[in-house]
Structure formats: structure tokens, C-alpha cells
């Protein structure tokens, strides 16, 4: 893997991290889940936990990079989600 493959990879599995346990766009999920599966199981603690999730997200990330790691559907994707990222901590940074 590339060192700008890898650096996408990192970015992408930081922003999915994100996402699913801080987000509040995915409120609603992290709810469903603890309907689901109650507020103390391991699901629920899954999709909260930021160290928990991105061993999953970087595993998926580190698979599509490897598999599409010159292609547009691995680099377009990937820096959308690594510039998404970057600005959300640099507009926490500036604010």
C-alpha cells in the first residue's frame, strides 16, 4: 500500500469513526442499537466507543484499499472522507 493510499485509508477510517459513535446524524442508529441489543451490550458499546468502531472501519478501509487502491472508486471516496475529516478538526481548531 502507497503512502498517499495509506494516508486515505487513515483519514476515511477517522471520519467513519466519527460518524457512527460521535455524529448526530447517527443518533438514530446508535438508539436503534441500543434498543436492539440494550443501552449496556456490546453492540451498544460498539457504536460508541471510537476505539471499538475504527478497528472495524479501518479493517473494511484497509481491505477496499488494497483491492482499489489506483482507482477512482477508492480515491475519490476516500479523499472525500479524509478532507471531510480535516476540516472538521481544523474548524474546531479555528473556532
Known amino acids: 500500500m ?9 483519514g476515511t477510517t477517522c471520519r467513519i469513526t466519527r460518524f457512527i459513535t460521535k455524529d448526530t446524524l447517527a443518533a438514530g442508529f ?20 471510537g476505539w471499538c468502531t475504527s478497528i472495524w472501519a479501518a479493517t473494511a478501509t484497509a481491505l477496499y484499499a488494497t483491492w482499489l487502491e489506483g482507482s477512482p472508486w477508492f480515491q475519490v471516496p476516500t479523499a472525500a472522507l479524509t478532507l471531510s475529516y ?4 481544523a474548524s474546531r481548531w479555528l473556532d
Open 30 to 49: 446508535r438508539s436503534w442499537i441500543a434498543a436492539r441489543f440494550g443501552d449496556d451490550s456490546r453492540a451498544a458499546y460498539l457504536v460508541s466507543c
Open 2 to 10: 502507497s503512502v498517499t493510499a495509506f494516508l486515505l485509508a487513515l
Open 86 to 89: 480535516l476540516a472538521g478538526v
